[in-house]
Protein backbone atom coordinates (compact mmCIF):
# COMPACT_ATOMS: atom_id res chain seq x y z
CA UNK A 1 0.00 0.00 0.00
CA UNK A 2 1.03 3.80 -0.47
CA UNK A 3 2.81 5.34 2.17
CA UNK A 4 3.56 9.16 3.06
CA UNK A 5 6.54 10.05 0.89
CA UNK A 6 8.72 12.77 2.20
CA UNK A 7 11.66 14.24 0.68
CA UNK A 8 14.40 14.95 1.37
CA UNK A 9 15.37 12.23 4.53
CA UNK A 10 18.09 13.86 5.68
CA UNK A 11 19.00 17.53 5.23
CA UNK A 12 22.11 19.52 6.63
CA UNK A 13 21.99 23.38 6.66
CA UNK A 14 24.28 26.04 8.34
CA UNK A 15 22.78 28.79 10.52
CA UNK A 16 20.90 31.60 8.79
CA UNK A 17 20.23 29.09 5.75
CA UNK A 18 16.69 28.40 4.39
CA UNK A 19 14.83 24.81 3.82
CA UNK A 20 12.12 23.02 2.15
CA UNK A 21 10.27 20.09 3.28
CA UNK A 22 7.71 18.27 0.68
CA UNK A 23 4.97 15.78 1.48
CA UNK A 24 3.50 13.94 -0.83
CA UNK A 25 0.05 12.89 1.12
CA UNK A 26 -1.05 8.70 0.80
CA UNK A 27 -3.66 8.89 -2.83
CA UNK A 28 -6.85 10.49 -1.79
CA UNK A 29 -6.52 11.44 1.41
CA UNK A 30 -7.33 15.19 1.72
CA UNK A 31 -5.27 16.43 5.60
CA UNK A 32 -2.06 17.08 5.37
CA UNK A 33 -0.45 17.46 9.23
CA UNK A 34 3.33 18.63 10.07
CA UNK A 35 5.00 17.90 13.12
CA UNK A 36 8.31 18.50 14.54
CA UNK A 37 9.98 15.89 17.13
CA UNK A 38 12.84 17.05 18.73
CA UNK A 39 15.76 14.80 19.97
CA UNK A 40 14.11 12.95 23.04
CA UNK A 41 11.09 14.80 22.45
CA UNK A 42 7.28 13.47 21.46
CA UNK A 43 5.94 15.20 18.25
CA UNK A 44 4.81 18.72 18.68
CA UNK A 45 2.40 19.77 16.12
CA UNK A 46 3.00 22.73 13.40
CA UNK A 47 -0.15 23.34 10.99
CA UNK A 48 -2.21 21.82 8.59
CA UNK A 49 -4.10 21.66 5.72
CA UNK A 50 -7.71 20.22 4.78
CA UNK A 51 -7.96 21.02 1.09
CA UNK A 52 -5.29 23.15 0.24
CA UNK A 53 -6.65 25.27 2.84
CA UNK A 54 -4.67 25.48 6.42
CA UNK A 55 -7.14 23.75 8.69
CA UNK A 56 -4.93 24.66 11.87
CA UNK A 57 -1.58 25.67 13.41
CA UNK A 58 0.28 25.13 16.34
CA UNK A 59 3.45 25.92 17.46
CA UNK A 60 5.16 27.16 14.55
CA UNK A 61 7.49 29.39 14.19
CA UNK A 62 6.74 32.85 12.30
CA UNK A 63 10.07 32.30 10.14
CA UNK A 64 8.10 28.74 9.21
CA UNK A 65 5.64 28.57 6.62
CA UNK A 66 3.90 25.86 4.47
CA UNK A 67 0.88 25.12 1.72
CA UNK A 68 -0.87 22.26 0.43
CA UNK A 69 -0.48 22.26 -3.12
CA UNK A 70 -3.60 21.39 -5.98
CA UNK A 71 -2.29 17.60 -6.44
CA UNK A 72 -2.69 17.77 -2.32
CA UNK A 73 1.09 17.55 -1.91
CA UNK A 74 2.67 20.29 0.66
CA UNK A 75 5.99 21.98 1.45
CA UNK A 76 7.13 23.13 4.54
CA UNK A 77 9.28 26.23 4.41
CA UNK A 78 11.89 27.21 6.78
CA UNK A 79 13.84 30.47 6.68
CA UNK A 80 16.86 32.14 8.94
CA UNK A 81 17.50 28.30 10.14
CA UNK A 82 18.30 28.53 13.92
CA UNK A 83 20.57 25.39 15.82
CA UNK A 84 17.20 24.95 17.86
CA UNK A 85 15.42 23.51 14.76
CA UNK A 86 17.01 20.63 14.12
CA UNK A 87 14.58 17.75 14.23
CA UNK A 88 13.00 15.27 13.08
CA UNK A 89 10.13 16.39 11.03
CA UNK A 90 7.17 14.50 10.17
CA UNK A 91 4.16 14.65 7.43
CA UNK A 92 1.19 13.13 8.05
CA UNK A 93 -1.88 12.78 6.30
CA UNK A 94 -6.10 11.37 6.87
CA UNK A 95 -8.99 11.57 5.17
CA UNK A 96 -11.94 13.00 5.94
CA UNK A 97 -14.32 9.77 4.96
CA UNK A 98 -14.38 6.67 4.42
CA UNK A 99 -13.20 3.55 6.67
CA UNK A 100 -9.85 4.90 7.93
CA UNK A 101 -11.33 8.49 8.49
CA UNK A 102 -9.64 8.16 11.97
CA UNK A 103 -6.07 6.96 11.05
CA UNK A 104 -3.65 9.52 10.53
CA UNK A 105 -0.45 8.09 8.94
CA UNK A 106 2.85 9.48 9.36
CA UNK A 107 6.18 9.53 6.87
CA UNK A 108 9.25 8.17 7.43
CA UNK A 109 10.64 12.17 8.39
CA UNK A 110 12.72 14.47 7.16
CA UNK A 111 15.97 14.88 9.44
CA UNK A 112 17.11 18.30 9.35
CA UNK A 113 20.80 19.14 10.83
CA UNK A 114 21.05 22.72 11.74
CA UNK A 115 25.13 23.60 12.30
CA UNK B 1 -1.80 21.22 32.23
CA UNK B 2 -0.68 17.99 30.28
CA UNK B 3 -3.20 16.50 28.61
CA UNK B 4 -1.20 12.98 27.75
CA UNK B 5 0.27 11.67 30.20
CA UNK B 6 2.54 8.67 30.10
CA UNK B 7 4.29 8.00 33.05
CA UNK B 8 6.80 4.85 32.23
CA UNK B 9 9.86 6.39 30.77
CA UNK B 10 11.24 2.94 30.37
CA UNK B 11 9.67 -0.74 30.38
CA UNK B 12 11.16 -4.25 30.28
CA UNK B 13 9.16 -7.21 29.20
CA UNK B 14 10.89 -10.48 28.58
CA UNK B 15 9.81 -12.00 25.22
CA UNK B 16 6.35 -13.84 24.76
CA UNK B 17 5.19 -12.23 27.52
CA UNK B 18 2.80 -9.38 27.43
CA UNK B 19 2.86 -5.89 28.75
CA UNK B 20 0.96 -2.85 29.70
CA UNK B 21 2.01 0.62 28.55
CA UNK B 22 0.03 2.96 30.40
CA UNK B 23 -1.34 6.37 29.10
CA UNK B 24 -3.58 9.04 30.91
CA UNK B 25 -5.56 11.80 29.31
CA UNK B 26 -7.06 14.77 29.92
CA UNK B 27 -10.03 16.74 27.98
CA UNK B 28 -13.45 18.32 28.39
CA UNK B 29 -14.81 17.37 25.30
CA UNK B 30 -16.92 14.62 24.67
CA UNK B 31 -15.73 13.46 21.45
CA UNK B 32 -12.10 12.70 21.10
CA UNK B 33 -9.98 9.98 19.86
CA UNK B 34 -7.30 8.18 21.31
CA UNK B 35 -3.90 6.79 19.83
CA UNK B 36 -1.15 4.59 20.12
CA UNK B 37 1.95 4.59 17.80
CA UNK B 38 5.10 2.95 17.74
CA UNK B 39 8.53 4.95 16.59
CA UNK B 40 11.57 2.09 16.54
CA UNK B 41 14.89 3.60 16.41
CA UNK B 42 14.95 4.26 13.19
CA UNK B 43 12.72 7.18 13.31
CA UNK B 44 9.34 6.05 11.77
CA UNK B 45 5.98 6.76 13.33
CA UNK B 46 3.85 3.67 12.97
CA UNK B 47 0.07 3.95 13.26
CA UNK B 48 -1.08 0.85 15.83
CA UNK B 49 -4.15 1.08 17.14
CA UNK B 50 -7.17 3.47 17.51
CA UNK B 51 -10.08 4.04 19.87
CA UNK B 52 -12.83 6.52 19.83
CA UNK B 53 -14.58 8.31 22.72
CA UNK B 54 -18.15 6.05 21.84
CA UNK B 55 -16.66 3.15 21.07
CA UNK B 56 -18.55 0.57 23.25
CA UNK B 57 -15.46 -1.79 22.93
CA UNK B 58 -12.07 -1.93 23.24
CA UNK B 59 -9.89 -1.97 20.31
CA UNK B 60 -7.72 -4.53 19.12
CA UNK B 61 -5.19 -5.21 15.87
CA UNK B 62 -3.65 -8.04 16.02
CA UNK B 63 -1.01 -8.85 19.34
CA UNK B 64 -2.13 -4.56 20.25
CA UNK B 65 -5.86 -4.13 22.55
CA UNK B 66 -6.29 -1.10 23.93
CA UNK B 67 -7.40 -1.05 27.90
CA UNK B 68 -9.97 1.63 27.47
CA UNK B 69 -11.51 2.81 30.72
CA UNK B 70 -13.22 6.43 30.58
CA UNK B 71 -14.33 7.12 33.54
CA UNK B 72 -10.08 6.81 34.77
CA UNK B 73 -9.52 8.69 31.48
CA UNK B 74 -6.95 6.10 30.95
CA UNK B 75 -6.35 4.33 27.47
CA UNK B 76 -3.51 1.78 28.10
CA UNK B 77 -1.97 -0.36 25.14
CA UNK B 78 -1.46 -3.87 25.94
CA UNK B 79 1.12 -5.94 23.97
CA UNK B 80 0.06 -9.88 24.55
CA UNK B 81 3.03 -12.54 22.87
CA UNK B 82 6.13 -10.08 23.11
CA UNK B 83 8.66 -9.98 20.33
CA UNK B 84 11.91 -8.64 20.28
CA UNK B 85 10.82 -6.28 17.23
CA UNK B 86 8.42 -5.02 19.70
CA UNK B 87 11.54 -2.69 21.15
CA UNK B 88 10.79 0.42 20.04
CA UNK B 89 9.76 3.92 21.72
CA UNK B 90 5.44 4.13 22.21
CA UNK B 91 3.21 7.18 21.95
CA UNK B 92 0.11 7.63 23.38
CA UNK B 93 -1.64 10.55 21.50
CA UNK B 94 -5.03 12.57 21.37
CA UNK B 95 -7.43 13.87 19.34
CA UNK B 96 -9.85 16.45 20.54
CA UNK B 97 -12.97 17.34 18.97
CA UNK B 98 -15.47 16.13 16.55
CA UNK B 99 -13.30 17.09 13.95
CA UNK B 100 -11.81 13.48 12.53
CA UNK B 101 -9.43 16.64 10.39
CA UNK B 102 -7.53 17.42 13.94
CA UNK B 103 -4.05 17.61 15.33
CA UNK B 104 -2.53 14.80 17.70
CA UNK B 105 -1.24 15.65 20.68
CA UNK B 106 1.43 13.32 21.98
CA UNK B 107 2.20 12.06 25.11
CA UNK B 108 5.93 11.90 26.41
CA UNK B 109 6.11 8.63 25.24
CA UNK B 110 7.30 5.11 27.05
CA UNK B 111 10.47 2.92 25.80
CA UNK B 112 10.08 -0.77 26.07
CA UNK B 113 12.32 -3.05 25.67
CA UNK B 114 12.36 -6.71 25.11
CA UNK B 115 14.86 -8.95 26.59
CA UNK B 116 15.14 -12.46 24.98
Known amino acids: AAGVIQSPRHLIKEKRETATLKCYPIPRHDTVYWYQQGPGQDPQFLISFYEKMQSDKGSIPDRFSAQQFSDYHSELNMSSLELGDSALYFC??????????????FGPGTRLTVL | AQKITQTQPGMFVQEKEAVTLDCTYD???????LFWYKQPSSGEMIFLIY??????QNATEGRYSLNFQKARKSANLVISASQLGDSAMYFCAMREGGNQGGKLIFGQGTELSVKP
Open chain 2, 27 to 33: TSDPSYG
Open chain 2, 51 to 56: QGSYDQ
Open chain 1, 92 to 105: ASSQASGIHINEQF
